[in-house]
């Protein structure tokens, strides 16, 4: 698993009440050792307002289809947790180049780097 692939995993609710299954994309270091991977949140609720820290998505796309998603997404890139590879679900795909130092970008914001 490497930074930019988009895995399935059991993401925890904020309050911690329970989790859901849902698509994330790998931010942390392909070269981070250990069995932690730390993932940023991706929802396909893209009708509410989209934050300075959000990368959306759409199907036309070119790169689109390489990700996996089935459909239009938002990258939450302020929604991000650390999580044991032994939890996710798999792999459904992975972002381009130009896409991830997009959402590159965004994770400064969200953490003010």
Same mark, same amino acid.
């Given at each position: 698993?490497?930074?930019?692939? @988009?895995?399935? =995993?059991?993401? /925890? $609710?904020?309050?911690?009440?329970?989790?859901? %299954? %849902? /698509? =994330?994309?790998?931010?942390?270091?392909?070269?981070?050792? !250990?069995?932690?991977?730390?993932?940023? $949140? @991706? &929802? &396909?609720?893209?009708?509410? /307002? @989209?934050?300075?820290?959000d990368f959306v998505i759409d199907q036309d796309h /070119?790169?689109?289809? =390489?990700? !996996? +998603?089935?459909? %239009? &997404?938002?990258?939450?890139?302020?929604?991000i947790v650390t999580l044991e590879k032994r939890i996710?679900?798999?792999? @459904? !795909?992975?972002?381009?180049?130009?896409? +991830?130092?997009?959402?590159?970008?965004?994770? %400064?914001? =969200?953490?003010?780097?």
């Amino acid at each position: 698993m490497t930074k930019g692939n @988009i895995v399935l =995993a059991l993401f /925890p $609710f904020t309050d911690l009440t329970g989790s859901k %299954r %849902r /698509p =994330a994309v790998i931010v942390s270091s392909s070269t981070k050792k !250990g069995d932690d991977v730390i993932l940023a $949140f @991706i &929802s &396909s609720k893209v009708d509410q /307002p @989209i934050q300075s820290t959000d990368f959306v998505i759409d199907q036309d796309h /070119p790169d689109f289809k =390489a990700t !996996g +998603l089935k459909v %239009r &997404s938002v990258f939450k890139m302020d929604k991000i947790v650390t999580l044991e590879k032994r939890i996710l679900r798999g792999e @459904i !795909g992975i972002v381009s180049q130009s896409i +991830l130092n997009k959402l590159n970008q965004r994770l %400064r914001l =969200a953490l003010d780097l």
